[in-house]
């Protein structure tokens, strides 16, 4: 069974940095792609990145595209998402979850069976 865990939500000011941290139990970054969604009360689970598991290929939404970065250290079994210039549309609970999508389609959620509980970001103007 593949447990993740997220960490390193908070409350920032606009245009602050953050790192979350999402730690895997045991080694699944060879078999799952990685992704990073993020949710807001009454709106959909939204795409943020994805990390592809047979490579390091990475893969963003427009939206954060060159602010935001995925990242992961197969040693520690952990994978992060350096957050800068946050801005206070980026405010959410953020998830970590692994699946083996097509890279087609890493953007949808529905292809992703596991599931961290979610970790806060709130940005402030």
């Known amino acids: 069974q593949v447990q993740l865990a997220e960490s390193g939500g908070g409350v920032v000011l606009a245009g602050d940095s953050l790192r979350l941290s999402c730690a895997a139990s045991?080694?699944?970054?060879?078999?799952?792609?990685m992704g990073w969604f993020r949710q807001t009360p009454g709106k959909e689970r939204e795409f943020v990145a994805a990390l592809n598991r047979g490579s390091d290929s990475t893969y963003y939404a427009d939206s954060v595209k060159g602010r935001f970065t995925f990242s992961r250290d197969s040693g520690k079994n952990t994978v992060y998402l350096q957050m800068n210039s946050l801005k206070p549309e980026d405010t959410a609970t953020y998830y970590c979850?692994?699946?083996?999508?097509?890279?087609?389609?890493?953007?949808?959620?529905?292809?992703?069976?596991?599931w961290g509980q979610g970790t806060q970001v709130t940005v402030s103007s």
């Open positions: 045991g080694r699944i970054f060879s078999r799952y792609t």
């Open positions: 979850a692994a699946g083996t999508p097509n890279w087609s389609s890493a953007y949808l959620p529905r292809m992703y069976p596991h």
